[in-house]
């Protein structure tokens, strides 16, 4: 290995979930000197991009230079199939996409990678890499390659820490999960630390998850005025504090020729759970039929006949104890028994926040009933007419922000998983048990999922290092564009497969004119 293949590194920190706004405005006030210092001397942007109207799957998309369109990973719960009713739980390694890294397979290039959403260990690279070990909400164990890393990490950081949100906590439960929300962000930058002392790498990729998880949970302190929660008001800042204070450290032990990239993909904003008011939208307006008073029931597990039997209140509190994967197959008994297919125009895939509408055509669905091509755009058209005219009696407002057709954003071509029409309700800071349309009265009762944030379609990037132009605020960054951006500063060629290109803006050895403007004062 030639010491000029390390001289400079590319290094890439995530902050899942890290608001932008949030970023700048406490870039500003002082409170993250270490972004304020990489901003100085690089440059920023606001990351954008139609792959953003999905938040699941937002880290593949980043590193694998894909989007839904072309792999059709939308949402955590989608169909099994097309042409299928029923429901699976998936994530990123479902899926068909591989890490722009790959193209590092048999070059030679030394990774280190550590906590990448969704992403598993590969074979064939040359270096250490590190999953699930203190990520958001992981769904499987930690792995690593070589296998043996496990048990070095857990020399150095100890007893693994998982943090999950709770729901409708108390200030005592949530002042419980700050602290250790603090301890695993410094026990993480001390794992990164000694994991990248150990060796010298061309590529150092690092996730920090607790930016993710405090967000949620600490999320309702920030405009909280109750002296009995004055004490984690300033909660969530704190959390991006400590985050800070540990890239700064990581930054210290670089070499000064290093290429670094900090990286936020969406944020947070004010949400509350809207799912209830979607199911009500379909059978009031008409769009869902539900079966008819004693007809057949479809063909149940023991399981989902018990849950139909137990009231509500006592199925919430026993799925606690069942795995998601049980909970998920009962979830998706409930879905396809709960419709009259021959009389659906419409179903909505079961979800809180975003809402994923599925027209249940002819030749596709199983029971499809809307014949393709004049008929099928003439729902769509009478189902955005409804959507829109939704009012909120609380604000006056809209209550849909936007309504999207996933194959106008992608082409006629898209993953044909991908919904027909995707709804995002209007952010909001407090729970809207009822909106208005012309015809009806929509109602939702509280879910068993509830909080008060979700997530929006805009990340955040600043980038500084040799080959980075120092030029202040970029404007929007594609997300596509990053990873070819990255395989371009690792000197490999970007595949055909990714639709978006060098983001040559960034690049001082691709000089570009680009307006240049100062960074946030500290």
């Not at 209007?426 to 909106?435: A, K, L, S």
């Not at 939702?444 to 929006?456: A, I, L, M, V």
Request: one cysteine or more; hydrophobic letters at 40%; charged letters at 20%.
């Amino acid at each position: 290995m030639s010491s000029e293949r390390h001289s400079s590194p590319l290094v890439i920190l995530g902050i899942d979930a890290g608001d932008p706004v949030l970023i700048q405005r406490w870039v500003q006030a002082g409170y993250l000197p270490n972004l304020a210092a990489l901003m100085e001397r690089g440059c920023w942007g606001t990351i954008t991009g139609p792959e953003l109207v999905f938040e699941d799957g937002v880290w593949v998309n980043l590193f694998s230079g894909t989007s839904a369109g072309q792999h059709g990973y939308h949402y955590f719960r989608q169909l099994q199939k097309p042409g299928s009713y029923g429901l699976s739980p998936v994530w990123g390694p479902d899926f068909n996409t591989s890490a722009f890294w790959s193209a590092l397979q048999g070059t030679g290039q030394r990774v280190a990678l550590i906590d990448i959403p969704e992403v598993l260990p590969i074979s064939g690279l040359n270096g250490i890499q590190l999953a699930d070990w203190a990520v958001h909400r992981p769904l499987v164990p930690p792995s690593a390659q070589p296998q043996t890393l496990l048990e070095q990490v857990k020399g150095i950081f100890g007893k693994q820490i998982n943090i999950d949100e709770v729901f409708e906590s108390d200030l005592a439960t949530d002042q419980k999960i700050y602290q250790r929300l603090l301890t695993r962000i410094r026990k993480k930058g001390e794992l990164c630390r000694r994991l990248w002392a150990e060796s010298t790498y061309d590529l150092m990729v690092a996730v920090f998850a607790e930016s993710h998880t405090g967000g949620h949970q600490l999320w309702q302190y920030q405009a909280a005025a109750a002296s009995e929660s004055a004490s984690l008001r300033n909660g969530l800042r704190q959390v991006y504090q400590a985050l800070d204070q540990e890239i700064g450290q990581l930054l210290t032990q670089l070499p000064e020729t290093a290429n670094v990239f900090v990286v936020s993909p969406l944020g947070l904003q004010d949400q509350y759970p809207t799912g209830g008011l979607m199911a009500d939208f379909l059978l009031k307006l008409g769009y869902r039929s539900l079966p008819e008073p004693g007809s057949a029931p479809p063909s149940l597990s023991p399981m989902a006949i018990l849950r139909r039997l137990l009231p509500e209140s006592v199925r919430i509190a026993l799925s606690q104890f069942l795995s998601r994967e049980t909970r998920e197959r009962l979830l998706s008994d409930q879905f396809q028994g709960g419709t009259d297919w021959s009389k659906t125009t419409v179903f909505m895939i079961p979800s809180e926040f975003t809402s994923y509408l599925h027209v249940n055509l002819k030749g596709r669905e199983p029971m499809g009933i809307v014949e393709p091509g004049q008929d099928y755009e003439a729902l769509l058209q009478r189902l955005e007419a409804d959507l829109r005219s939704l009012i909120d009696p609380i604000s006056s407002e809209p209550a849909v922000q936007a309504v999207i057709r996933p194959r106008e954003l992608f082409g006629a071509d898209a993953h044909p998983t991908l919904p027909d029409v995707v709804v995002k309700w209007r952010p909001g800071d407090y729970f809207m048990e009822q909106v208005i349309h012309p015809q009806v009265v929509l109602q939702q009762e509280k879910p068993e999922f509830f909080r008060g944030s979700d997530h929006n379609q805009s990340g955040f990037v600043v980038a500084a290092g040799p080959r980075i132009q120092a030029h202040g605020d970029l404007g929007e960054i594609a997300l596509r564009n990053l990873a070819p951006t990255f395989l371009s500063l690792l000197g490999q060629p970007v595949p055909k497969t990714m639709p978006g290109r060098i983001q040559t803006e960034l690049l001082a050895d691709q000089r570009r004119e680009v307006t240049s403007s100062s960074p946030p004062s500290t």
